[in-house]
Every structure is written in structure tokens, then in C-alpha cells.
């Protein structure tokens, strides 16, 4: 009943976007009738997902479908968790739409981004929940598709349409390896099927190349560092509800399909294990060191979703080793660390992007540099920003401290057993979490704190209730798993059961091996005697006098003259300057009284910018000869069209015959 | 007997981490051939700013002044979590190391927010260079974690801590000797000591934790600077189980070993500060390299 009920919501979802069509452009009844259809789709979604996560799976459905067989979908337990950020995200996003993409101000685009809304959230349920790998390869093309069109919404913007074809351009890279994946899986196992295959099935090559095309396919979609470029650009352009949808949730696809993948192919190489551990360390660390360099507000929070993507693949690559090793306490830890992380980043991070909303919004730039001194304007969103940045950074009393701590946990035993891999990742980790601090105190201190730096950033307003109310939905999240890990333990449990059957062991308890209530009550105590303390000094008997801030008896300080983000990274870019290059203008100030002048500075992408471009252009000059041939004229084309008959008309002459006759004479 | 160990650890927590500070700066007047001041001033120094009242800055926010009591708030906790000479801490469970180091990052997150919410350049310069100097000094201290982990074979620091005393042998020698040098050099970072940060210097331009705390007075600075003593004690009992493995086996003789050795400590810091100048601000991270290969070599050692 509930699988079927999980259709209904897929229905509703894609549906939702359809009303609007037919409504007039000045009608704000669409993006109403677009929000209850998506909310009521989503509730019915989220209540699915959480009865087949604590009671267990759903029995398979069947879909006749002529040209592959039956179409099959199911809904077990990692399902059911990764169609929880789905509908959760999915569902708050029209919501915040209401205040952010009004029909009002967007006449032009507003209905298509619902429309397309809709279907990104149907196509990624559709593929969570498929076993058979022509419906999966179905829901992420819809949801590839839609994904394109949600970037390219304003489509009038150069940045936002070079931004939508690189990413059409990566996502289609991946999909064409994805057909790769299933064809040969179709190939060697004889079905569509995505059920897991016997020890002997397959030969240890076919896994090995199994298992890379999976890599790169679904590595490209989760932006794993060196297949991220077309991330950054997507992220920043998009609508900050697509960006949220985007890095919150569609990346997750990725790992998903890593996740599902692996938990059909049959005792893993302990290569495999150490490779994605490679790829965590490098995206986790590289991911957080370019987001340092960055000034745009949302091309840093994207490339943060690359170092947290990176700290999943560590969870993940703990819990291979296991796999391999027969280690079932790894898998547990490493796979739920790994799990919650996905949970707890879509979380944070689409409230980042929901705040990075209504601060653009307020601001009107995304550069960091020219904000400042918003919390007073926006309390709420300030505080909700403030949520994400502890979360992201995996501080207790969080929730990205849960998962980065199941994370390390596996980690470490892993490295004090001898799993070499994994040594490591410990220290990587703890870089990368200094890292996140350093640069979230950036975003925060200079974005909120101190006094504006612009007239647009002083006149900046709070965000309306339709925009605040879905960040505090996603910030209550946060604290919630944050305060009561206790919670998620059995969903972990369940959800990690597809990778401990082939561990070979009984059962594994997480709440046994990780003290979840101790970490709890920590928590909990931490924040209240904060509170507490806070709460006792906030009476008025306490609050003194005020006064400006202490600035060496200068006497007309201007919020211009604060400490910008730029300099607070300085000192990091620098170190990490063999990997960021960052370049600019720098002026050359001479003369007591040098004119005005602009800095400027810039950190381009690794791969997109000094990679993949210059390599295109380098082949496009390869073909510079082709040009002659191609020159736009109408009349040469006709011309090829008469060659080119000619040519098949020449096939018809019997030059056999022809010759047979000619030699005979 | 479990209880009275339990009080004295708080006690210990709570009351004692000024007086390192006095026998510090007694240390350095004793080098620079002054008396100084008593030993126990910091206690009058505190007792007197929280008598005063408080000046906030027009530009700050609630964050001001969350800053320094979640700073205190999770160097006490962390003060609980770690074992104090040979007796076991308050709270152990597997695990307690990572929440040890990261309840670390929580208040520099915080300290660092609050610098910044004044708006002042010189704090944000402060709080600039507090949070780069940790992404060298945070993977050190892991490195120097997972060699007491492998030492002990155990993930709760109560046992891992207590591992050089436990389960030494001649093989974890050299590499316990290499994370006690990257361990006393990221003791002195966090707790802005000479070599890395002065923590009696005058220019703004050139402090790190005192430009971070430049505007908070009164009581709120009160807190700051016990909250920076509780973490100098922390930070200090967990080196000297590395440096200094030894007990008694017996209450009433182990307890004032450990204020000893604490105490003694608080003197060899007072002896760098004193025959040491501080770094340029731009050698800091080559210092801070250092201690994070020490560590990464002694952990490599082990495991070799």
C-alpha cells in the first residue's frame, strides 16, 4: 500500500507544475495551487519513507513495459532514506518559492520553474525507488533533464545559459556512461534487473569495469573533485531554491546509485575501498581549500558540497574496506556515517542556500565582500545561517557532528586495525573541518556581523514568512538529529542492512558500538547551560553602557574600512597556492597621493578553467581545416546535398556487373 | 572514593588553571630579575573585572557576547572528558577524543565570530590568524590522538591517556618522544603563548587571541581569560601524560604529584616565553608544519 501511496506522491509532484500552464501569466493562483500539490505530495512521500524505514520493506511491484521486460519498483529501507531529503527539500522549495520567485515579478519564467520543479522531484523518486535499470536510467534523465531547464530559468543571462550546457555537457557524459554500466550488466547477467548477483556471476575484470563505470557515471552527477566542474557554475547561477535542490539533494543521486550499485556486486577488491578513500580525502580537502578562495557567496557553498561529498566517499570507502575485509563494524560505522551524512548535508546545506537566498536577495550581489552587518536587518535568517555554518562545520551540538564522528570513528578503527587506506583519512579530516571553521567564520563574520559595507547591503530587509518559515523547518532538522542522535539509530540500522549482508556477520548494532545516548545528553546539557547563561545575562541589570567600537582613537571609521573576507582568507590561499593560482590586478600605488585604484583577484576552477577548456580549444584548433567546409553558406550545403546523392546514386550503378563484362571482353 | 575523585577533578578544573598563569608570569619576572606580581593575581584580576561593568559595542549582536560563554562552556566540558593524573575521567564513552578535539573547534568558531561582529579590523585580522594557525595545528593533535590510540588500543581518552603509563615498551618510546615536542608546540599555539602569539604585547597589528578580545570588558572578559586558563590546564594534562607517565598508585599521593607536575609545566612554559622571542607572524605556519610532521612521524614510526 505504501509503494503505491509513494506513486501518488510521484504523480502529484510531477503534476504540480501543470495548473499553472494554463492560467494566466499575471494569475498568482499557479504558484499557490503548485505548493499545496507539492506539499501534499511531499507529506505523503515523507510518511511512506518513514514507515518502510522503521517497519520494514515494501513488497515489489510489477509495470509491464513491452520493450524491456517488467518494469519493477520496489521501496526498502535505502529507498525509503533517500526519498526523505526528496520529498523533504522538494517539498519546502515551492514554499520559499512563494516569497523568493514570485509569479508577480517573474511572469516570464516563474511557471517553468515549477513545472520543471515538479518533474525533478518526480524523476529522482522514480529512480530511488526503481529496480530495473531502464526505469532508474528513465528517472535520471527526467531528473537530469529538468535539472537543465531549473538551471537555465533565467535564460536571458549569459552566465546562467554557459552555466546550464557545461552541466548538459557533464550530465550527459555521465548518463552515456550509465548506459555503458547497464548494458554490460544486462550483457553478463541476462537481466534489467537490479538484484544482487551470486559469487561467481561475474569474472573479476567485468567487476573491475562494472565498478569503475559506476564510478565515473555516478561520480559526475555527485561532483566527486575531479568530475565537479560543472558544479560551481550550476550552483550559482540557478534560483537559490534550484541551487538548494541542486546541491542538497540531486547530488545525492550520485551517491545513491554508488550505494546501490555496490550493494549488488558481489565481494568488492579491498582496492576498490582504498580508491574511494583516495577520492574522498582529495574532494573533501581540495573541495574545502577552493571554497576558501572564492568571494561568491554561492559558488562557495557549492564547492563546500564537493568536501561534503568527500567525507561521504570517506564513510563510504570505510565501509567497502570493511565489506572486503569481513570487518562488519566497519561497514556499519563507515556506511552510517557515510548515510547520515547525505541526510544532514541536504539539510544544511539547502538552508545555507535558502539564507544565501534571502541575503542575495536583500544585498542584491553575491559578492561576499559587499555585504555585511545583515544580522540586525534579518535576525532569522542570520540565526538560521548561523545553524547551517555550526552544521556544516560539524561542531557538536550539530548534526554534522554525528555523522562526521560515526565518520572518524570508522576511520580510526579501521587505521588501528591496519587498514593503511584509512590512516590517511583521519588527519585529512581534521584539516578539512579547521578548514570548514576558517571559512564559514569568513562567510558569517563578514556577511552578517560588523557594519554594512554597502548602501544596498544596510537597506536590506528580513525575508517574508513563506521564505523564513521552510529555514526553520530545515534548522529544527539540523537540531534535532544534532541533539538527539538516539533517533536516526534504527533508520541507520536499517538502512545500512543492504551492505551487512554480505559482511558475513550477525547483526550490528549501531547504537552499540557508537554511544549515541552519551553524545545526546552532552548536547543537550552543552546548549541548555549556554542558553542558560545567556538568557542570565541578557536581564537589563547586567546590559552596561554602549559605545563604538575600540579602533585606535581613528576618528571617522567607515564600514569600509572592516577586515574583508578576502584578507581573512589571505593567509590560506596563500598556503594553498600551488593548487588555487590565484591570479588579479594588483595596483601599483605610487606618489603620496596615488589616484584611485581596484584590486582584483580571482581563483578560477582546477579542471573547468585550466583543464577542460584549454583542452577544448586546443582541439578545436586541431579543426581549425574543417572550417573550409563549413562556412554557413546555404549554397554550399546544397552542394553537399548534390554530392552526397551523387555518391548514393553511384552505389545503385552495378560497377560489378560493369567490370565482369568489361574483363570478359 | 570514586566521589572524592570526582570532586577533586572539578575542583582541580575549576580552581586551579589561574594559578598557572601566575606561576607563568612569576616565571618570566623571576628571568627578567623583577619580583613580579603575587601568585595569585589572576585570581584578584578576575575577581575585580567581574565587579565591573560592561561596555558593548553599538555594532555587535547576540554572538558578542555568546562568544566567550560558549567558549568557557566547551573548555569545561572538554576539561571533563580528559583523565587527571591516574584517575579516570568524569565522562568516558568510545569516541570522547573526536568530541574532545572538536568541542575546540566549536569555541574557536565562536571566539572568532564574536571578534568579527565588532567590525574592527584589528579583530578581524586576530581571528584571521587564530583560525588559519588551527588547520595545522588540529591535524597534528589528531596525528598525536591516533598514536595514543594505537598505543593503548583503545578510542576513549581515559585509557588512551593513560596508555604511556599502562602499556609502555620500548617500541612506542621514539614515537611518544615525537608527539610531545608537536604536542607542546600546539599547546602553546591554542593558548597564544610565545613562540606563536604574545600574550602581553601591545601593537594590535601583531596579537592574535588579545586583538580577537580587544572590545569585550567587564565580566565577559573576566570570562575570556579563565576560559584561555581552563584551556591551558586541559591542554597541559594531556601532555603531561605523554611527558611525564608516572603514579603512585595511591590517592593522597598522586593528587599532589599531578599539582606538581602541573605546576611545573606552567614553569617550563614561563622559561620559553621568557628565553624565547616571538616569531614572525608569517614563520608561524613553518612552526606549525613542524609540529604536524613530529606528530605524523611518530604515528609513521609506530606503525611501521
Known amino acids: 500500500m505504501f509503494l503505491d501511496l509513494t506513486i501518488l506522491a510521484i504523480v502529484l509532484a510531477a503534476a504540480s507544475g501543470l495548473p499553472g500552464l494554463f492560467l494566466a501569466r499575471s494569475s498568482v493562483r499557479g504558484e499557490r495551487i503548485a505548493a499545496w500539490l507539492m506539499a501534499g505530495g511531499a507529506l505523503t512521500g515523507l510518511v511512506c519513507a518513514a514507515v518502510t524505514v522503521l517497519g520494514g520493506g515494501q513488497p515489489t511491484a510489477f509495470f509491464p513495459w513491452p520493450a524491456a521486460g517488467n518494469a519493477v519498483v520496489g521501496l526498502d529501507a535505502l529507498s525509503a532514506f533517500f526519498l526523505v531529503p526528496v520529498f ?136 566527486v573533485m575531479p568530475l565537479h566542474f560543472w558544479l560551481p557554475g550550476a550552483h550559482a547561477s540557478a534560483p537559490c531554491h534550484v ?52 568571494h561568491d557567496l554561492k559558488r562557495l557553498l557549492a564547492y563546500h558540497s564537493v568536501e561534503n561529498i568527500g567525507i561521504i566517499l570517506l564513510g563510504l570507502g570505510v565501509a567497502m574496506l570493511g565489506r572486503s575485509s569481513g570487518h562488519p563494524e566497519w561497514v556499519a560505522l563507515g556506511l552510517a556515517g557515510g548515510l547520515l551524512h547525505v541526510w544532514n548535508h541536504s539539510f544544511f546545506k539547502s538552508l545555507l542556500f535558502f539564507c544565501a537566498g534571502a541575503v542575495v536577495h536583500g544585498a542584491h550581489t553575491r559578492q561576499i565582500d559587499r555585504m555585511g552587518g545583515m544580522a540586525k536587518a534579518m535576525p532569522w535568517t542570520a540565526a538560521c545561517f548561523l545553524v547551517g555554518a555550526v552544521a556544516i562545520c560539524g561542531l557538536p551540538p550539530l548534526n554534522g557532528f554525528v555523522s562526521e564522528w560515526f565518520v572518524y570513528l570508522g576511520l580510526l578503527k579501521t587505521a588501528l586495525s591496519g587498514g593503511t587506506a584509512a590512516m590517511v583519512g583521519v588527519p585529512v579530516l581534521a584539516m578539512v ?82 554511544p549515541l545516548g552519551v553524545i545526546s545528553v552532552l548536547a543537550f546539557s552543552l546548549t541548555a547551560c549556554v542558553a542558560g547563561v545567556m538568557v542570565f545575562l541578557g536581564r537589563p541589570a547586567l546590559a552596561s553602557r554602549a559605545g563604538p567600537t575600540w579602533d585606535c582613537g581613528y576618528a571617522r571609521p567607515t564600514g569600509r574600512m572592516q577586515y574583508t573576507a578576502s584578507s581573512f582568507a589571505q593567509t590560506i590561499v596563500l598556503f594553498f597556492n600551488r593548487v588555487l593560482q590565484p591570479h588579479g590586478r594588483r595596483p601599483r600605488v605610487v606618489g603620496l597621493f596615488p589616484p584611485p585604484a581596484h584590486l582584483h583577484s580571482h581563483v578560477d576552477d582546477a579542471v573547468l578553467d585550466r583543464v577542460l577548456l584549454p583542452a577544448g580549444h586546443r582541439i578545436e584548433g586541431w579543426f581549425n581545416w574543417f572550417h573550409r567546409f563549413q562556412r554557413g553558406l546555404t549554397q554550399h550545403y546544397v552542394f553537399y546535398i548534390l554530392l552526397t546523392l551523387l555518391a548514393l546514386l553511384c552505389t545503385l550503378f552495378p560497377f560489378k556487373a560493369h567490370l565482369a563484362q568489361w574483363f570478359a571482353r | 572514593m570514586t566521589i572524592v575523585n570526582l570532586i577533586l577533578h572539578v575542583a582541580v578544573l575549576l580552581l586551579l588553571p589561574p594559578l598557572l598563569l601566575g606561576v607563568i608570569t612569576k616565571t618570566k619576572a623571576w628571568f627578567g630579575g623583577r619580583v613580579g606580581a603575587p601568585l595569585l593575581q589572576p585570581y584578584y584580576d578576575l575577581a575585580k573585572l567581574l565587579r565591573r561593568g560592561m561596555v558593548l559595542s553599538t555594532t555587535t549582536t547576540w554572538v558578542f557576547r555568546a562568544g566567550p560563554i560558549i567558549t568557557l562552556a566547551t573548555v569545561l566540558l572538554a576539561g571533563l572528558l580528559i583523565p587527571i593524573g591516574g584517575f579516570n575521567a568524569p565522562i568516558a564513552f568510545t569516541g570522547d577524543l573526536i568530541l ?150 595511591k590517592v593522597w599521593l598522586d593528587w599532589p604529584l599531578y599539582l606538581v607536575e602541573i605546576l611545573g609545566l606552567a614553569a617550563i612554559i614561563g622559561i620559553v616565553e621568557s628565553v624565547m622571542a616571538r616569531l614572525q607572524m608569517r614563520h608561524v605556519p613553518y612552526l606549525l608544519t613542524g609540529a604536524l610532521l613530529f606528530c605524523g612521524f611518530g604515528f609513521i614510526l609506530l606503525i611501521r
Not at chain 2, 578510542?155 to 591517556?161: E, F, I, Q, S
Open chain 1, 88 to 223: 523533504l527539500v522538494g517539498g519546502l522549495g515551492p514554499l520559499y518559492g512563494l516569497g523568493y520567485w514570485p509569479q508577480r515579478l517573474h511572469t516570464s519564467n516563474g511557471r517553468k520553474l515549477r513545472l520543471f520543479w515538479g518533474l525533478l522531484v518526480a524523476g529522482m523518486a522514480l529512480l530511488v525507488i526503481s529496480r530495473h535499470a531502464m526505469a532508474f536510467l528513465l528517472g535520471w534523465e527526467i531528473m537530469a533533464l529538468s535539472a537543465f531547464f531549473l538551471v537555465a530559468t533565467e535564460d536571458h543571462r549569459e552566465e546562467s545559459r554557459r552555466a546550464s550546457w557545461v552541466y548538459l555537457v557533464a550530465t550527459h557524459v555521465g548518463t552515456l556512461t550509465l548506459f555503458g554500466l547497464f548494458a554490460l550488466w544486462r550483457h553478463t547477467t541476462g537481466s534489467y534487473a537490479l538484484e544482487p548477483v551470486g559469487q561467481d556471476t561475474l569474472s573479476l575484470g567485468t567487476l573491475h569495469l562494472l565498478f569503475f563505470l559506476a564510478l565515473l557515471g555516478f561520480g559526475l552527477k555527485a561532483g
Open chain 1, 243 to 294: 541551487s538548494a535542490m541542486l546541491s542538497g539533494v540531486v547530488l545525492k543521486m550520485g551517491i545513491y546509485g554508488l550505494v546501490r550499485w555496490l550493494s549488488l556486486l558481489p565481494s568488492p577488491p579491498a582496492a576498490w575501498g582504498s580508491i574511494i578513500l583516495a577520492l574522498g580525502a582529495v574532494s573533501g580537502l581540495l573541495g574545502v581549500v577552493f571554497a576558501i578562495g572564492q
Open chain 1, 433 to 514: 573541518g579547521a578548514l570548514a571553521v576558517a571559512c564559514f567564520v569568513k562567510v558569517y563574520g563578514t556577511v552578517f556581523l560588523g557594519e554594512p559595507r554597502t548602501r544596498a547591503a544596510g537597506h536590506a530587509r528580513e525575508a517574508p514568512l513563506s521564505m523564513r518559515l521552510p529555514m526553520l523547518a530545515l534548522g529544527a532538522c539540523c537540531a534535532l538529529i544534532g541533539l538527539a542522535p538516539v533517533l536516526v539509530g534504527p533508520v541507520l540500522d536499517a538502512t545500512t542492512a543492504c551492505w551487512l549482508a554480505d559482511a558475513g556477520a550477525e547483526t550490528v548494532r549501531l547504537g552499540h558500538i557508537a
Open chain 2, 100 to 249: 574532545f578535539a572538536y568541542l575546540f573547534g566549536l569555541a574557536r568558531f565562536f571566539t572568532t565570530s564574536a571578534a568579527l561582529d565588532t567590525g574592527s579590523a584589528f579583530e578581524g585580522m586576530g581571528s584571521a590568524r587564530e583560525v588559519t594557525f588551527a588547520c595545522l595545528s588540529e591535524p597534528a593533535l589528531f596525528f598525536a590522538l591516533m598514536v595514543l590510540a594505537k598505543v593503548s588500543g583503545s578510542l576513549t581518552l581515559t585509557t588512551m591517556l593513560q596508555g604511556p603509563t599502562n602499556a609502555f615498551s620500548a617500541d612506542v618510546a621514539a614515537p611518544l618522544v615525537l608527539i610531545s615536542i608537536g604536542l607542546f608546540i600546539v599547546l602553546l599555539a591554542e593558548t597564544c603563548r610565545i613562540p606563536v602569539d604574545d600574550p602581553n604585547t601591545h601593537l594590535e597589528l601583531t596579537m592574535i587571541h588579545e586583538a580577537m578580545v580587544l572590545d569585550h570588558s567587564g565580566p565577559l572578559l573576566s570570562v575570556i581569560l579563565y576560559a584561555a586558563s581552563v584551556k591551558l590546564l586541559v591542554l597541559g594534562t594531556v601532555l603531561l601524560h605523554v611527558i611525564a607517565p608516572f603514579e603512585f598508585g
